[in-house]
Nanobody, 127 residues
Framework: QLQLVESGGGLVQPGGSLRLSCATS????????IGWFRQAPGKEREGVSC????????NYAASVKGRFTISRDNAKETVYLQMNSLTPEDTAVYYC????????????????????WGQGTQVTVSS
């Protein structure tokens, strides 16, 4: 059974850091783009970052570029999102998602392309 399970969310002060993990099972990371998305109350779901199946290509939303870093460890079947210099505007439920692909360098920050989703983890940035 294909599963994605997020962890690592929590409450952090502005300027702090968190590392989210997306543990996957039931499918091969080698053939999936993995994306991180977030949704704040009253707002639409937003693509945050994604990484290609090869791990060699990544993409970031302008709002997080330079602060967030995505990485993947295919041996551990896990994708990470390191979030630094957090601000209250980063407060949201964060989801990871998987998109099947035949292209090792393809990336995609658009939610409709993703077939499989985790349940989400809450990130709250507040003093």
């Amino acid at each position: 059974q294909l599963q994605l399970v997020e962890s690592g969310g929590g409450l952090v002060q502005p300027g702090g850091s968190l590392r989210l993990s997306c543990a996957t099972s039931g499918f091969s990371l080698d053939h999936h783009i993995i994306g991180w998305f977030r949704q704040a109350p009253g707002k639409e779901r937003e693509g945050v970052s994604c990484i290609s199946s090869s791990g060699g290509t990544s993409n970031y939303a302008a709002s997080v570029k330079g602060r967030f870093t995505i990485s993947r460890d295919n041996a551990k079947e896990t994708v990470y999102l390191q979030m630094n210099s957090l601000t209250p505007e980063d407060t949201a439920v964060y989801y990871c998602a998987a998109q099947p692909t035949l292209h090792p360098t393809a990336v995609n920050l658009e939610a409709p392309g993703y077939a499989y989703w985790g349940q989400g983890t809450q990130v709250t940035v507040s003093s």
